[in-house]
């Protein structure tokens, strides 16, 4: 609520207030009641009003991933609210705030909110697990670690926390411990969008071994998984050419292209094709 407006409203509540402390007769508190009634139905109006345009700005942050330049291959977050009970420490506003900035991809701000929570309430997965989300996509990687490993002793089944682990270690070259974890999320097979990831995590972790068959295998099976998810085309695409299936791997890119044109991904697969077809050459393993 913007600070003016709110002003405005804290002055309307103390001069209510006021004239009702003030009041000397049952008429005095009888005239107070419709402008009480008016205060709140104007302040329950700004709420709706500001929740809906809450919902439009993460409709905005969801366009603006979708025409970012740099694509991560970090998982994207999208878990479900939290379901908190209120506490009377107020440990779950602040999951709720960590949540909401996790959201909208504020990671920074939602780490500020989940340590808080965790301060205040210490040892719970959810928490945990929130607060390893914000820090992994700020590539905090030890810190984030550390909190999926707390949420992996008390809960083995968390699939999603797994495959953060792995993508983790990925990141970390712990290439052994990577294949552990997204075998296990694969396994596991209890969370859809964590079997889609284990596959893809897989198949980057194979590329990076030069294991560029396994590697092609996995994309593949992460493309059959999830059609969508753009960015296996343009690896399946890598694999392909540094195992000499170069036209292979130009048919890949161009599918990936046109799969989504106005996905990063897809707006890769097309630069990756141009490069290539001028000579150039993929970005290597390491990039």
Not at 13 to 22: M, P, Q, S, T, V
Not at 119 to 134: F, H, I, V
Not at 188 to 195: E, G, H, Y
Request: aromatic share 10%.
């Amino acid at each position: 609520m913007p600070d003016h407006d709110l002003a405005t409203y804290k002055a309307q509540y103390g001069a209510i207030d006021a004239r009702l402390e003030a009041a000397q007769t049952p008429d005095d508190v009888a005239a107070l009641k419709g402008e009480i009634i008016g205060l709140f139905r104007s302040v329950e109006q700004q709420i709706a009003d500001l929740s809906t345009l809450k919902d439009q700005i993460k409709a905005l942050v969801d366009k603006w991933k979708t025409l970012s330049a740099n694509p991560s291959l970090a998982p994207q977050f999208s878990g479900e609210k939290p379901v908190v009970v209120a506490d009377h420490i107020g440990a779950s506003t602040f999951v709720e705030k960590g949540w909401s900035r996790l959201s909208l991809g504020d990671h920074a701000g939602a780490e500020e909110a989940l340590t808080k929570a965790n301060a205040l309430s210490p040892g719970d997965p959810q928490t945990e697990a929130l607060l390893g989300w914000a820090q992994m996509l700020q590539e905090k990687y030890d810190e984030a670690l550390m909190n999926f490993q707390k949420v992996l002793l008390r809960e083995p089944a968390n699939a999603l926390a797994r495959i953060n682990v792995g993508y983790i270690c990925l990141k970390k070259r712990i290439f052994g411990e990577a294949i552990e974890h997204l075998s296990r999320a694969i396994r596991l097979d209890n969370d859809r969008k964590a079997t889609l990831y284990a596959h893809f995590y897989l198949g980057l972790v194979y590329l990076e071994r030069e294991m560029f068959e396994d590697a092609e295998t996995f994309f593949r099976k992460t493309l059959a998984l999830g059609p969508n998810l753009i960015e296996a085309y343009y690896e399946l695409g890598r694999s392909q050419w540094f195992n000499d299936e170069r036209d292979a791997a130009l048919q890949t890119w161009r599918d990936g292209f046109a799969a989504n044109k106005f996905n990063p991904w897809g707006k890769r697969c097309a630069q990756v094709l141009q490069v290539v077809e001028a000579g150039g050459e993929p970005p290597g393993l390491a990039d």
